[in-house]
């Protein structure tokens, strides 16, 4: 089963914004870890009253659209293009695996992409992010990215099945190299506007430098993006395996 939906998704994903997808499964009675530090984090039988398991995925960019974005203080055009592409994409591809499990027997869930955040708490009741490292596709970077063998550029999508699958868990190794207690800091370097530094994210920063990305690519819809802690790092676009070079 596990094989059957890593084929769905990487079938799916094709196209110049993207390299090979990353699968995971997470057991839906994992996620109720969560609750201790995220009190508002819902768990999966909120979402599908008869959830088992929980499928998720990274759909890593390419080296160009990461590339793309490394210089400059706006995002690149690439950089807007395959967020907006990507977020659709997500959304087409859960509908697709829960036809493909429907057929099956199954029932699933989807959740979206972005956009199920509080606006002004900047939080949303549903990590992306935590599910992938519970399924062990990574882990937290000094960035508060997630962190895959194909790096951190790229995005995740989850939903909610009553399918069973053989369960990943949180890897041991820590990919993060400032988090290895090797020299990096890189992420923090690279966000000029004050929002990344040595003791964390300041969210509400982060957001204005996001929307006033959207209005610069006016072009697009909604494009609140800007990613530059996470381009042009050792992390970008694989798992870092030695000390970044200063
Ligand atoms: C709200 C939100 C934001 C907010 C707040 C970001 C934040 N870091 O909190 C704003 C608007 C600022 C933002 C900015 C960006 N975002 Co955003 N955002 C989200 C959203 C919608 C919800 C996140 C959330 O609130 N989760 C709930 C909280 C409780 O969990 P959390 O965010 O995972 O936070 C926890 C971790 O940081 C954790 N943690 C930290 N270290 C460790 C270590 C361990 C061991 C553990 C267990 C946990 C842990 O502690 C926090 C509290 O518990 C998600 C989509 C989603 N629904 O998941 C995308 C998402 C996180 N964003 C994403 C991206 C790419 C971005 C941007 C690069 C914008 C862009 N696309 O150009 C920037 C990056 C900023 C940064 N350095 O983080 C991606 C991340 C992909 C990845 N590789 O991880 C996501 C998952 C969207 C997606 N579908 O791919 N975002
Ligand atoms: S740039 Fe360096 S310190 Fe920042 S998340 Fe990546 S590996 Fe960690
Ligand atoms: S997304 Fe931009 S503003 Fe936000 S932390 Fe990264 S570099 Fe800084």
Do not use: Q
């Amino acid at each position: 089963m596990n094989e059957k939906v890593k084929i769905w998704v990487e079938r799916f994903v094709v196209g110049d914004f993207w390299r090979k997808p990353l699968v995971g499964f997470c057991d839906a009675e994992d996620v109720e870890k969560l609750k201790k530090d995220i009190p508002n984090h819902l768990m999966p039988d909120e979402i599908l009253k008869s959830a088992k398991s929980v499928i998720v995925y990274f759909i890593p960019f390419t080296r160009n659209v990461v590339r793309s974005n490394v210089g400059g203080i706006f995002s690149s055009k690439l950089w807007a293009r395959a967020y907006v592409e990507t977020n659709e994409l997500i959304v087409s591809l859960n509908d697709f695996i829960s036809r493909k499990l429907e057929n099956l027997g199954y029932a699933s869930a989807t959740i979206p992409p972005t956009h199920n955040f509080d606006e002004v708490e900047l939080l949303s009741d549903w990590s992306h992010k935590h599910i992938a490292y519970l399924a062990g596709l990574g882990t937290f970077g000094m960035h508060t990215l997630i962190i895959t063998e194909k790096g951190c550029c790229g995005r995740l999508g989850s939903l909610v099945t009553s399918a069973v699958f053989e369960y990943g868990e949180p890897l041991r190794e820590e990919f993060c190299l400032h988090k290895r207690g090797l020299k990096c800091l890189k992420c923090v370097k690279r966000c000029v506007f004050g929002a990344l530094t040595e003791s964390g994210l300041n969210k509400r920063r982060c957001y204005e430098v996001l929307l006033e990305n959207d209005r610069f690519h006016s072009d697009l819809p909604l494009t609140d993006v800007c990613g530059k802690c996470c381009c042009g790092v050792p992390c970008d676009l694989r798992k870092p395996d030695g000390a970044a070079e200063i």
